[in-house]
């Protein structure tokens, strides 16, 4: 019985092991996508560090930076900016400024979401 239960805890143990190794090691190739009005403009790549800027026009703008597999509005010419405190994401809530209609929604990077359909 202490033989089984000694095999049982060495197992858990790699199991956690390469867990962890994978969590930390796991830079798959996320993408985020922009869109301004609804309509997608532009698909980021998030393991290459970038910046750049959506031009509005009339002097408007986001500032978008990615940064070590994360995306931020780094700087906007909307009043509340709010889309700046928003700060760095890499999934969950996408970052929304509302004055540009402008969304930044990071995707796992391929295929069809099951949910948006996009």
């Not at 990615?66 to 700060?87: E, N, W």
């Amino acid at each position: 019985m202490k033989k089984h239960l000694l095999w049982i805890i060495i197992f858990s143990a790699l199991c956690l092991i390469c867990a962890i190794i994978i969590l930390i090691t796991d830079r798959s190739g996320g993408a985020a996508v922009i869109s301004l009005n609804g309509e997608a403009i532009r698909r980021v790549e998030l393991d290459e560090n970038q910046e750049f800027d959506i031009d509005l026009g009339d002097g408007e703008f986001n500032h978008i930076s990615v940064r070590d597999g994360k995306i931020a509005v780094t700087d906007a010419s909307c009043p509340d900016r709010l889309c700046v405190r928003r700060g760095y994401i890499s999934g969950g809530v996408p970052i929304i400024c509302l004055p540009h209609r402008l969304t930044v929604e990071v995707t796992d990077g391929g295929g069809v979401d099951a949910v948006t359909g996009r």
